[in-house]
T-cell receptor
Framework: DAGVTQSPTHLIKTRGQQVTLRCSPK?????VSWYQQALGQGPQFIFQ???????QRGNFPDRFSGHQFPNYSSELNVNALLLGDSALYLC????????????FGSGTRLTVV | DQQVKQNSPSLSVQEGRISILNCDYT??????FLWYKKYPAEGPTFLIS?????DKNEDGRFTVFLNKSAKHLSLHIVPSQPGDSAVYFC??????????FGQGTRLTINP
């Protein structure tokens, strides 16, 4: 039973560029959440998708956008990259309405130079 | 505004002894609390959770205690094993909403 799959695992981008990160949720899960983990910090909530709609959003600028597909997979897009966007981006899948059972992927390490 | 705080960045414990990790929160709307463990190059792995209607939950070597009046929770690991060495994150959730994480505590178990 595959868990949460994220791609790519590592990425290096230049300031001002755009990036797309991808996530396939755990089998049976229908909700995808994205988190940003800066070095030495805990993960911070970016947004959550269910039924192909953004349901919740954290305190992140509009440069961060996302999408969920009919097969529940999801993408995170970041435009106009800043050096401060360098972080580990984590995808978590779950069942809608559940407090527990969040399964995290191993993350995508984004470095902006 | 740090709603969930783990004030100890690191903790070192002898193998076989008890490890106690602490977490404080400020938001009274949190009704579910979780602990995650994270190894390098891996995503956080769920460890144990507790609902706000309980004050203790136990799972094998792991016990989580919740003190709602103090807005404090703790994770006890006994006995501590070398494989427990990792970063531990406390997280809180207002019903079925996003997870709010603390900064993490790096636990090192010494042989």
């Amino acid at each position: 039973d595959a868990g949460v799959t994220q791609s790519p695992t590592h990425l290096i981008k230049t300031r001002g560029q755009q990036v797309t990160l991808r996530c396939s949720p755990k089998s049976g899960h229908d909700t995808v959440s994205w988190y940003q983990q800066a070095l030495g910090q805990g993960p911070q909530f970016i947004f959550q998708y269910y039924e192909e709609e953004e349901r919740q959003r954290g305190n992140f600028p509009d440069r961060f956008s996302g999408h969920q597909f009919p097969n529940y997979s999801s993408e995170l897009n970041v435009n106009a990259l800043l050096l401060g966007d360098s972080a580990l981006y984590l995808c978590a899948s779950s069942l809608w309405g559940s407090d527990y059972g969040y399964t995290f992927g191993s993350g995508t390490r984004l470095t902006v130079v | 505004d740090q709603q969930v705080k783990q004030n100890s960045p690191s903790l070192s414990v002898q193998e076989g002894r008890i490890s106690i990790l602490n977490c404080d929160y400020t938001n009274s709307m949190f009704d579910y609390f979780l602990w995650y463990k994270k190894y390098p190059a891996e995503g956080p792995t769920f460890l144990i959770s507790i609902s706000s209607i309980k004050d203790k939950n136990e799972d094998g070597r792991f016990t989580v205690f919740l003190n709602k009046s103090a807005k404090h929770l703790s994770l006890h690991i006994v006995p501590s094993q070398p494989g427990d060495s990792a970063v531990y994150f406390c997280a809180a959730s207002p019903y079925a909403q996003k997870l709010v994480f603390g900064q993490g505590t790096r636990l090192t178990i010494n042989p």
